[in-house]
Each structure stands twice: as C-alpha cells, then as structure tokens.
C-alpha cells in the first residue's frame, strides 16, 4: 500500500493535468487546490485511496467566490488516478 502523502500527491498531480488541459487555472495550482478529506476503502479486491481535493468555482468571468469538491480514486498498490467524480456536499442549512 503505498503511504498517504504519495496517494494525495498523485491526485494533485492528475488535478493540476486536467485543470492545465482545460484552461480552467492559470499556474500556480499549488495554491487553489486544497486537501478536503483522505480516507483509506476496499474498491473490489483492491485497497484504494478516496482523496476529496476543492478548487475555487469558476464561470467563464472568473472565480465566483466558492469551491468545488472533486473524488479522486488512487489504487493502493500502483498510486494511479483509477476515477475522478464530483463530490456533492450535504447541505447544512
């Protein structure tokens, strides 16, 4: 299994690629990307990472003042992205 920080460290990279690819940051991503939550789960027969990373929304006029949560899925025993998915946040109100 490989350890937490190279886990959270291969789920920023794949952020950043797919942020660069899109156009949606401008570098450095480093600082809008932001560790939400880490959790250690079984998908099947293999142990995997579930990282949840937010980046600030934006609209095609700029940042819009809140975040988005993204899921990433990263195999335990090779440290590759497997899924990336939107994460939904219960409302609190």
Same mark, same amino acid.
């Given at each position: 299994? @490989?350890?937490v $920080? +190279?886990?959270v #460290?291969k789920?920023v +990279? !794949? #952020?950043?690629?797919m &942020?660069?690819e899109? /156009?949606?940051?401008s570098p =450095?991503?480093? *600082?809008?990307i932001?560790l939400e939550?880490v959790?250690?789960a079984?998908? %099947?027969p /293999?142990?995997v990472?579930l @990282?949840?990373? *937010?980046?600030p #929304?934006?609209? =095609? &006029?700029g =940042? @819009? %003042?809140r975040?988005?949560?993204?899921? !990433?899925?990263v195999?335990g025993?090779?440290?590759?992205?497997v *899924?990336? $998915? @939107?994460r939904?946040?219960?409302?609190t109100?």
């Amino acid at each position: 299994m @490989i350890a937490v $920080k +190279e886990a959270v #460290a291969k789920a920023v +990279e !794949f #952020a950043e690629d797919m &942020l660069r690819e899109r /156009n949606v940051m401008s570098p =450095p991503y480093g *600082s809008e990307i932001l560790l939400e939550e880490v959790e250690r789960a079984k998908d %099947g027969p /293999n142990d995997v990472w579930l @990282i949840t990373l *937010s980046v600030p #929304a934006r609209t =095609p &006029l700029g =940042p @819009i %003042g809140r975040r988005e949560y993204k899921l !990433f899925t990263v195999r335990g025993d090779t440290g590759e992205v497997v *899924s990336m $998915k @939107i994460r939904e946040l219960a409302d609190t109100r």
